[in-house]
């Protein structure tokens, strides 16, 4: 691309050189049809008054050059209505005294200072209605000293201390209504410390522990209420020892070990009335190696074996009263065989062949008496060929094909006699053709 313009450039100053300043103009395309750039050149340097367009032909950016250097105001616009998006002034070609930006409805958004090219003094940002959004000191381009950021309202949504551009010291932010929400405190931009988090209520929320922004020690999460919700203990960044989270109630939700941030043993994982939900077995790495799922009754539902932490061989699952209920097939993590599902009878009522998670050949749906109900073929997750929707004494009542999940070719519908009541054209776009 900077090619291209590179080129249209030197083309503008064959077509426009003749005086000792010259008109030059540079374009977005080889065409010369769209004007980016033009702007007086004396000595190879820009003088004068320099524009920048749009691709639209609107207007992006004004301002002078002196000697090939920005000088005074440069205004830059927001393209097609031509409304100010920012000002910013140029001494020698460095940013020097006021840069103030602006929304698209003309409403002052920021506001800033610049000294030798470097942003100095307070940064200021507001709201469209006018109001103090943000505020806060910098020094050589980086944030220094206390800053402050608003709600709408005016109330204070945080406070913060930076030191040479990071984080220093205490941080709080708080809700609208004035409440604390959080605290941290930080040392050469990291957490360190204690860190807690509040409800609007007030309550306690979180509370942890770092050290040189390395979480360490207890965690605890609370309920609205007080009650605990999760407790467990870090060292050197990573969980270690048991990890136990709570329901409101003050039961237990799950059961884990950690040692060095690494699962080990079962986790276990629980209803509300304490009884076992679930139970995922780790391997010495880490890996989950079983998960097996409960009724609340204490039934298997299902019981799932993996390797290398993804679903591996046939799962079959069962509801309440230990029927039956799915043979679900699995390689490396996804349905890949013949999934089949049961009635609270025993009767199969569904069998579908599936490749690497996807539906493939033909599903199979039945009526409680063993007649088949529907056949739709798949090719690689698509409906793509023939297709039957049969009563239960046998009698087709719908046959047709698919194209790409789309109704394709003849379609023939039958009332529950066999007689023929209706037929259908569709061309393979799927829009009906007679």
């Known amino acids: 691309m900077f090619l291209k313009y590179t080129i249209l450039f030197f083309l503008s100053l064959l077509c426009f050189y003749g005086n000792a300043q010259d008109t030059v103009r540079t374009y977005y395309d080889e065409e010369q049809s769209k004007l980016m750039e033009i702007y007086f050149s004396e000595n190879d340097q820009i003088e004068g008054t320099y524009r920048r367009y749009y691709e639209d ?8 050059f002196v000697n090939g250097k920005r000088e005074g105001v440069f205004v830059h616009y927001y393209p097609e209505q031509g409304d100010t998006l920012k000002t910013v002034a140029y001494e020698n070609n460095l940013r020097e005294g006021p840069a103030l930006s602006y929304d ?23 709201f469209p209605e006018g109001a103090l959004k943000m505020t806060g000191p910098f020094l050589h381009n980086k944030p220094q000293g206390k800053h402050t950021e608003y709600y ?4 204070v949504r945080s406070e913060a201390n930076y030191e040479a551009g990071v984080l220093e010291g205490s941080f709080k932010s708080f809700y609208e209504n004035g409440q604390l929400q959080s605290h941290e405190h930080y040392e050469a931009g990291q957490l360190d410390g204690q ?18 922004g390395v979480q360490d020690d207890v965690f605890t999460a609370y309920f609205e209420d007080g009650q605990i919700a999760k407790k467990g203990n870090y060292k050197n960044g990573r969980p270690d020892g048991v990890f136990k989270t709570f329901y409101p109630s003050g039961t237990t939700k799950a059961l884990i070990e950690y040692k ?44 799932v074996q993996l390797v290398q932490g993804v679903p591996q061989g046939q799962v ?7 029927r039956k209920q799915e043979v679900i097939p699995y390689q490396y993590g996804q349905w890949d065989g013949t999934y089949r599902r049961f009635d609270q009878a025993g009767n199969l009522i569904l069998e579908q062949e599936f490749r690497k998670g996807k539906p493939y050949g033909e599903e199979k749906s039945y009526h409680p008496n063993g007649q088949l109900k529907t056949l739709t073929t798949y090719d690689a997750g698509w409906k793509h060929g023939p297709y039957q929707s049969v009563n239960p004494q046998g009698t087709v009542l719908v046959e047709g094909s698919y194209w790409y999940n789309k109704k394709s070719n003849t379609w023939k519908y039958y009332d529950e006699e066999g007689t023929l009541i209706k037929t259908e054209k569709y061309d393979k776009k799927g829009k009906l053709v007679e």
């Open 57 to 64: 032909g609107s207007l992006q950016l004004e301002g002078m």
């Open 104 to 126: 698209q409805s003309g409403n002052l958004i920021q506001k800033a200072a610049f000294q030798e090219d470097m942003m100095e003094g307070t940064l200021e940002t507001y």
């Open 152 to 155: 709408s309202s005016g109330t």
């Open 195 to 212: 860190v807690t988090a509040y409800y609007p209520n007030g309550q306690l929320k979180e509370q942890a522990y770092y050290d040189k």
């Open 260 to 303: 060095k941030g690494t699962p080990v043993g079962n986790q276990i994982l629980y209803y509300p009335s304490a009884k076992k939900s679930e139970v995922i077995a780790y391997d010495r790495d880490g890996i989950k190696q079983q998960h097996i799922f409960y009724h609340e009754n204490g039934q298997i539902q299902k019981k």
């Open 316 to 322: 079959i699952a069962y509801d309440e009263d230990g």
